[in-house]
């Protein structure tokens, strides 16, 4: 699904709200949760999971290309742990059903 896809979702489900308000509201949600990972805040949303920021060290790597080494700096990267509601709907669909459609192609 795509961020677009889920604006189409959520409009849908909210004839009262025009689909420009929708997406303003899609936007929002994205952007608080954006600025709160930036903060250095954990975002739990129960039921769904959970974002916090990792810190990773600074560390040598290798250019694949070359293979000459190269100084990776530390950074701050996004982490999400699924929630045990969101695990548990995933797994009640059977791995045939998945395999037999496109529910395994994210880009739909």
């Known amino acids: 699904m795509t961020k677009s896809g889920l604006i189409e979702a959520v409009a849908d489900r909210t004839p ?7 997406e303003i509201v899609v936007n929002t ?8 990972l ?22 040598e790597g290798r250019n694949p290309k070359t293979g000459e080494p190269v100084h990776i700096s530390a950074k701050r990267t996004p982490f999400f742990k699924v929630g045990k509601e969101l695990k548990e709907m995933v797994d009640r669909v059977p791995l ?3 395999e037999d459609s496109n529910l395994g192609d994210v880009s739909s």
């Open 16 to 22: 009262h709200i025009s689909k420009k308000d929708t």
């Open 29 to 36: 949600i994205f952007e608080s949760m954006a600025e709160a």
């Open 38 to 59: 930036r903060g250095g805040h954990r975002i739990e949303i129960r039921g769904f999971g959970s974002f916090q920021v990792k810190i990773r060290e600074a560390r």
């Open 96 to 98: 045939e059903a998945v």
